[in-house]
C-alpha cells in the first residue's frame, strides 16, 4: 500500500533552517509528481512546492509567497522528497505533510505531518 512517512521536524530559532523528508514505499516514486503542503495552528492548507518527476531535472514550483526561502529536491534512488527551508521565521510554524500527486495535480495521497515549530 502507498506511504509516505515524514520526518525531520524540529523546534528552530528564527532565521534558522531545517530539512524534512518524506520516505515514499508502496508505489513507483520516481513516476509521480510529488508536494510539500502545511497548515499553521487554526489556519487551512497552505500548498508550498511541488516538484515532478523529470527524468534527468526535475521542474520544481513554490509558492510566491516563499520568497525563494524553500527547495524541493528529490531522491529515485532512495524514494525520498526533501524541504530544505531556510531564514525560517515564526509564521512557518506548521504541520508539513507531503503528498503524491495525480497528473491532474491532485494530491491522492498524503503523509501524516511532521512538526516545525520556529520561536525564539
Known amino acids: 500500500q502507498v506511504q509516505l512517512v515524514e520526518s525531520g521536524g524540529d523546534s528552530v530559532q528564527p532565521g534558522g533552517s531545517l530539512r524534512i523528508s518524506c520516505a515514499a514505499s508502496?508505489?513507483?516514486?520516481?513516476?509521480?509528481?510529488m508536494s510539500w503542503v502545511r497548515q499553521a495552528p487554526g489556519k487551512g492548507l497552505e500548498w508550498i512546492s511541488s516538484?515532478?518527476?523529470?527524468?534527468?531535472?526535475?521542474?520544481?514550483y513554490y509558492s510566491h509567497s516563499l520568497k525563494g526561502r524553500f527547495t524541493i529536491s528529490r531522491d529515485n534512488a532512495k524514494n525520498t522528497l526533501y524541504l530544505q527551508m531556510n531564514s525560517l521565521k515564526p509564521e512557518d510554524t506548521a504541520l508539513y505533510y507531503c503528498?503524491?500527486?495525480?497528473?491532474?495535480?491532485?494530491?491522492?495521497?498524503w503523509g501524516q505531518g511532521t512538526q516545525v515549530t520556529v520561536s525564539s
Open positions: 503528498t503524491r500527486d495525480l497528473p491532474s495535480m491532485v494530491a491522492d495521497y
Open positions: 508502496g508505489f513507483t516514486f520516481s513516476s509521480y509528481s
Open positions: 516538484i515532478n518527476t523529470g527524468a534527468s531535472i526535475a521542474n520544481t
